[in-house]
């Protein structure tokens, strides 16, 4: 930041347009020169400069640009003007510029004034400190913008003012206002008197009441310096070089308002205080001072009287009062006159005697006396601003203070802390302007920081940033659920500056939401009297304006509005009409774009139709009912669904003949409804942890909101990151139980956690709200749960991220999101996730499918999302493996014999569920059984002698024995058997394998119990009184949720579950090999695209690098060449050789060589020893 001063001791900070302290950027490199502009030149002797981020330690380098300044003053007495007589050659121009610098200590003035016979009027004046610009270009229609606070405290601001045919900015100490002038025309025309300083009369749009006292400087208005010009111009120089007369009335070229010509001082510290003497023994004292505050409480003045006593004048609660305790005077007198609160910035003006019997407050020029036997004699000395045991001090300004009966520069000694009091200037700051609460909210501020009233505003938060209404009536069903119908208003923009408007709500069974926006022209409306084409015009006002409406269609799905036509001999569109002819209906509608449209409702753009031309319904040859012309009431009537051309924005009506001549119309038009939220249909999945989808750079500023929501298994990743070379943020999920928003803006990391109760990665929807301002850092999850971070004391720095804003992991794809996102608003901004991941992004896809969601877990396994995979529960099954496919059988001999033993109370059913697979060659055996010794009651399931399979079951009322005659079943193959009671145990069914089911019913009556009673055991092949079992494989054995195959062959397995057999026992597949999904291709990260222009800086940055390294290439490449060549040009020739001849039919190597007739000479008596 740059702060600047004319003496070295009271320094000013440069602002930037919207009244904060501005952060110039650096450099971010050791090379890298940067160079800063200011708007509005900077006029000081001392330039201070005060790093807000720097890497490892504070390092500068810094050239300042300017020039010498000379000033060219003059000044006013508040009978003092200029006047400008520019009616010989008057101001004529499309475009202005005007800027100068003032200084003053009055809070309303007349600055400048110019008026033109057509109306135009060009007014600057301060109101109440602040500066107030009008303009007028010849309507009836004045522009007022205002700007600044504080401008009456005597210090020198610059004004500004640049406008552009209807195009205007304002600046008042760099603080700046772009703003439209209210009119049609261009051009100020000003041919009458321009006053400066002040006007001899009441003029019309002005506010101030008195004329300027202070001084202005270098004034310039269109390039022209005007205070050289009007004290040096004459009547010859005016005439000839066609320049305005000018007449000055008691100015003075000085400044004579110097910084200490009102004893200013500013209280910083509530311990400091002003220490001045007295004239002791006196019985009448007389104070006065002036002073500025925002806060409440303080002590102004305190005196001691030589006898016991005192005097306080102080504020409470932003009043005035005096507090009196004097000899003679029994208890304390207390002055409280004045029900009025003084603690809002502006200069008032306190003077108070007291003298024997009387006591006078004046505030503002306004006394109040009291009478009361009292009397004083004056102490040695006054405290000024605090000093007072058990009392605050007071934090402001003071001036023109006054104690002896004339105001006095203070002396160092007569000041407790230096540090506290600053001399010649009143350095409170206007924290509430430009106003920092949004949406029209209130501001309020003490001398530390604002504070933000959102009543009524429709806004929350620190400073009415977040919406309070829901974004559209699908965001209102998810925080409201089970509603049906609801009058809300929505917030289309949310934290953006649209205002909120009233809508109807729908909720429908099936997920369906309607919305209808209403318009004040619902009812039935007769139109009489207007023959010529089109001549009844009826604008449609809508409960919203047309900048909401547009977003609020276009994010919905689909819309639509009933627009309904009664004519009596009335035309609707004078049909039929060919392509080549031009169009010319007596009726039509207009589209929101200000289109006529050429269709009614229930047709056809273009088709020039009403909905019976379409389907060949009118009662005549036409193509609309009303073009009939019939003397009697008909109608044309239809919707109209043309998203793009909604909502109706007015309505044209001809045809309608006059009072006399029975022509008649009525119209109806209905509400705009639409269906559907883009919104939350806006989601995508991302099944990568290093997927991510970049946006563009987003700028959070000083204040900045986001909304999303999510849904995820996961417990730990990165939502979304952005970061700029110092700053950064990050929302995270941290432990499935908290989410995380942290972030720097270069006063360290800050952090805002919110933990739940519940856990987040549920896979359900999770709704995330983070808003970070100029006063606190928030962040809102589920609507509910919230955790707010005060920003630290001092400046406020925005938050400078310069990297794409990633959604799912961090900008180095790390620490990645698993799972959906949908709704990410930024500022109000819908972002387009879905439309990105359609065109095809790796790791991540349009919607919200998980793997779920395809259901890979087999035989009623429970799958688990993961989305990027998934995991298969296969505890309630009968089967086991990683979709819950791989078979657990038991290969059974006519002795084996599982029995499971129902642990804890005995089991009682009505319903049973039963399946059973096996395999087996044998035409008899028992699958399966179910008894109970208590009661006798059994169930049994077996193939029976002839190969069927056969159920028997007696549950206390009847025995039952059922067969399944098909088919047989004992020729080896495997089978799965489904058996299960229903219709409280009426109805048996029977499946097998993929075979249609059988069903057996029962009359059971109603004394009868057909429930199956304290079931104990579950037999699997055969029971103990079988003396042969079953022969083959059995798998898959299921009685609701027991499982005793599983059981038994699980690793710790429980002791009610036993196998009988006189082999070894193992678990087997029956032959059934286990199901296995194809792999899926996997997703590789495509490389980065990088562009030509980045390819070209890599390479011209490392153009050293890669010229060494092609240098070393070259010289290997030479190496090897000279190698090759001494290898090729080797010399070669023919060699005789001494191999043995004779020998090729030698039995070894010895024999060749002994019995060779040539090679070597071996003497055939040696013997040979390898």
């Not at 009409?577 to 169009?583: H, P, V």
């Not at 069914?989 to 075979?995: E, I, S």
């Not at 079931?1015 to 029971?1023: F, L, P, S």
């Given at each position: 930041m740059?702060?600047?001063s ?15 302290a501005k952060?110039?950027p650096?450099n971010t ?8 502009l200011?708007?509005t030149p900077?006029?000081?002797?001392y330039i201070?400069?005060k790093?807000t981020?720097?890497?490892d ?8 640009y ?10 006013f ?15 004529t121009?499309?475009?202005d510029?005007?800027r100068?610098?003032?200084?003053t200590?009055?809070?309303?003035a ?7 016979t ?34 009456d ?22 603080v ?32 101030a ?7 202005m ?23 000839y070089?066609?320049?305005?007369k000018?007449?000055?009335?008691n ?5 004579p ?6 004893l200013t ?39 001691k ?8 004048l ?14 003679q005077?029994p ?15 502006l200069?008032h003006?306190?003077?108070?005697t ?16 009291t ?6 004699s ?8 605090g000093g007072v045991?058990?009392?605050s001090?007071f934090?402001?300004?003071?001036r023109r203070?006054s104690?002896?009966g004339?105001?006095?520069?203070p002396?160092?000694?007569?000041i ?9 200037a ?14 029209h ?18 806004y929350?938060?620190?400073v ?28 289309v ?7 909120p ?10 997920g369906?939401?309607l ?24 604008n ?8 909401q ?13 009933r627009?309904h ?20 209906p007596?009726?039509?509608?207009v ?8 269709y ?18 009118c009662v ?17 009537s239809g919707?109209?669904t ?11 009506i ?19 409804v639409?269906e ?5 249909d ?6 990568r942890?290093?997927a ?16 999303f ?12 990151h952005?970061?700029?070379p110092?700053?950064?943020?990050k929302?995270s ?9 942290q972030?720097?803006a ?27 301002n100029?006063k606190?850092?928030r ?6 749960r ?41 500022n ?12 095809g ?7 919200c499918v998980?793997?779920?969601q ?8 429970t ?6 995979s ?18 657990i ?6 002795d084996t ?13 009505i ?23 208590i ?9 029976s ?12 009322f ?25 219709e409280?145990?009426?109805?048996l ?7 249609e089911?059988?069903?057996w019913?029962?009359?059971?009556k ?8 304290n ?9 103990e009184?079988?003396a ?13 949720d027991?499982y ?21 026992i193992?678990?087997?597949?029956c032959?059934?090999?286990p199901i ?7 997703e590789?990260?495509?490389?980065p ?17 890669l ?10 490449l030479?190496?090897?060449g000279?190698?090759?060549?001494r290898y090729?040009?080797r010399?070669?020739?023919d ?5 043995a ?13 002994q019995?060779?007739t ?7 008596n ?5």
């Open positions: 740059i702060q600047y004319d003496d070295g001791d009271v320094w000013r900070t440069y602002k930037g347009p919207g009244g904060e952060a110039f650096g490199d050791g090379n890298t020169v940067v160079t800063n200011f708007d900077i006029i000081a002797r201070r400069i790093p981020r720097w890497r330690r504070i390092s500068l380098r810094l050239e300042l300017g020039c010498k300044y000379t000033p060219e003053s003059i000044s007495k508040g009978n003092s003007m200029v006047v400008m007589d520019v009616s010989r050659f008057p101001i121009s499309l475009r510029h005007i100068f610098r003032f200084r200590t009055f809070p309303d007349m600055l400048m004034y110019g008026r033109g057509q109306g135009d009027i060009l007014s600057l004046q301060l109101v109440q400190n602040r500066m107030v610009l009008s303009l007028n270009l010849g309507s009836k229609l004045m522009t007022s913008i205002s700007v600044g606070s504080l401008l405290d005597n210090a020198w601001h610059d004004v500004e003012i640049r406008r552009e045919q209807r195009n205007v900015t304002f600046l008042v100490d760099r700046r206002i772009d703003d439209v002038i209210l009119d049609d025309f261009k051009r100020l025309d000003l041919n009458q008197e321009v006053y400066i300083g002040g006007v001899p009369n009441r003029q019309p749009g002005m506010k009441r008195a004329n300027f006292t202070g001084c400087e270098n004034l310039f208005i269109n390039g022209t310096a005007i205070i050289p010009e009007m004290r040096d111009a004459d009547d010859y120089y005016s005439s070089y066609k320049r305005p000018y007449t000055m009335i100015t003075n070229p000085t400044c308002f110097g910084d200490s010509s009102d001082l500013t209280f910083l510290k509530r311990e400091a205080h002003l220490r001045y003497p007295a004239v002791e023994d006196l019985r009448s004292v007389n104070v006065s001072l002036e002073f500025r505050s925002y806060e409440g409480k303080g002590v102004l003045i305190y005196h009287f030589t006898t016991s006593g005192y005097f306080k102080y504020l409470d609660e932003g009043k005035v009062k005096v507090d009196i305790s004097a000899a005077t208890g304390k007198v207390v002055l409280d006159n004045f029900d009025v609160s003084y603690s809002d910035g200069w003006k306190v003077m108070f007291i003298a024997k019997n009387s006591m006078e407050l004046t505030v503002d020029d306004v006394p109040m006396k009478v009361r036997i009292i009397s004083i004056s102490g040695k000395n006054f405290l000024i601003g045991y058990g009392t001090g934090l402001g300004c003071m203070i104690v002896v004339f105001m006095q520069r002396k160092y000694e007569e407790s802390d230096m540090k506290g009091v600053v001399l010649a009143c350095q409170i700051m206007d924290r509430c302007n430009p106003n920092p609460c949004e949406h909210g209130r501001c309020k501020q003490n001398s530390h920081e604002f504070f933000c009233d959102c009543t009524g505003t429709g929350s938060g620190a009415c940033h977040t919406s309070l209404n829901p974004i559209s009536c699908a965001a209102y069903g998810i925080q409201n659920p089970g509603s049906k119908r609801a009058e809300v208003y929505i917030d923009d949310g934290s953006g500056p649209l205002v408007f009233p809508v109807t709500c729908e909720f429908y069974n099936d369906k939401v919305s209808s926006l209403s318009h004040k022209h619902e009812k039935m409306t007769t139109v009489d009297g207007f023959e010529r084409r089109g001549s009844y015009v009826q449609i006002i809508y409960d919203s304006g047309m900048e409406i547009e977003i609020f269609v276009n994010r919905s799905s689909k819309c639509r509005q627009i036509y009664e004519c009596l001999k009335a035309k609707l569109f004078n049909s039929p009409s060919s392509e080549d002819e031009d169009f010319q007596f009726t039509w509608w589209s929101r774009n200000n289109q006529p449209m050429d009614w409702g229930g047709s056809l753009p273009g088709s020039r139709k009403c909905e019976c031309g379409l389907m060949g319904t005549t040859n036409k193509w609309c009912n009303c073009d009939a012309g019939l003397e009697s009431w008909l109608f044309d919707e109209l043309v998203k793009e051309h909604l909502p109706v924005r007015q309505l044209r001809g045809d309608t003949g006059s009072p006399l001549d029975g022509k008649k119309a009525r119209y109806t038009l209905g509400p705009l639409c559907g939220d883009n919104i939350f806006n989601v995508v999945t991302f099944r942890a290093d991510t989808i970049k946006l563009p750079r987003f700028d959070m500023g000083h204040s900045g909101d986001i909304y929501e999510f849904k995820t298994t996961s417990r730990d990743g990165c939502l979304i952005a970061k700029g110092m700053d950064y943020m929302v999920i941290e432990g499935g139980m908290q989410l995380q928003f972030y720097q270069g006063s360290g990391p800050m952090s805002v956690s919110v933990e739940t109760a519940y856990v987040l990665n549920d896979d359900l929807w999770h709704t995330v709200v983070v808003e970070r100029r606190e850092s962040m809102i999850i589920d609507g509910g919230k955790a707010v971070m005060k920003e630290p004391a001092g400046p406020v720095r925005a938050i400078y991220l310069d990297s794409d804003f990633v959604v799912g992991a961090t900008v180095d794809y790390r620490d990645g999101f698993v799972g959906c996102i949908r709704a990410l608003v930024l109000g901004e819908l972002q387009d996730l879905r439309g990105r991941a359609e065109s992004m790796y790791g991540v896809h349009a919607g998980g793997k779920c395809s259901n890979p877990c087999l035989n009623n396994g799958c688990h999302e993961g989305y990027s998934y995991e298969c529960d296969c505890r309630w099954t009968a089967f086991k493996g990683p979709i819950c496919a791989d078979e059988g038991i290969k059974m001999l006519t014999m599982v029995k499971y033993v129902i642990p804890g109370t005995y089991k009682s059913t319903a049973e569920k039963i399946r059973v697979g096996f395999t087996t060659t044998n035409p008899r055996g028992f699958l399966m059984g179910l008894h109970s010794n009661t006798g009651e059994y169930l049994t399931l077996a193939i002698n002839s190969g069927h399979l056969k159920v028997t079951f007696d549950f206390g009847e025995r039952h024995e059922k067969v399944y005659g098909k088919r047989t079943f004992h020729e080896g193959q495997n089978h799965d058997v489904k058996l299960y009671r229903s409280s145990g009426r109805q069914t029977m499946q097998v394998d993929n075979y089911p059988i069903t019913n029962f009359d059971v109603g004394s009868a119990d057909a429930q199956f009673n079931i104990q055991y579950v037999y699997i092949g055969k029971n009184t079988m042969e079992g079953f022969v083959g494989c059995i798998s898959r054995v299921e009685f609701d027991i005793p195959l599983k059981f038994y062959f699980q690793q710790d397995r429980p002791t009610t579950v036993i196998a009988e057999s006189t082999s070894t193992f678990e087997d597949y032959g059934i090999e296995r999904y194809p792999e899926e291709e996997t590789t990260r495509p490389p695209e990088v562009s030509e222009e980045v390819l070209m800086e890599m390479y011209s940055d490392n153009s050293a690098v010229g060494g390294v092609l240098g070393i290439i070259f010289l290997a030479l190496c090897m000279f190698l090759i060549g090729m040009a010399h070669k020739g060699y005789q050789t001494h191999e001849d004779g020998a090729d039919s030698a039995p070894d190597a010895d024999w060749a060589v019995n060779s040539t090679g070597h000479q071996v003497k055939k040696m013997e040979m020893y390898i």
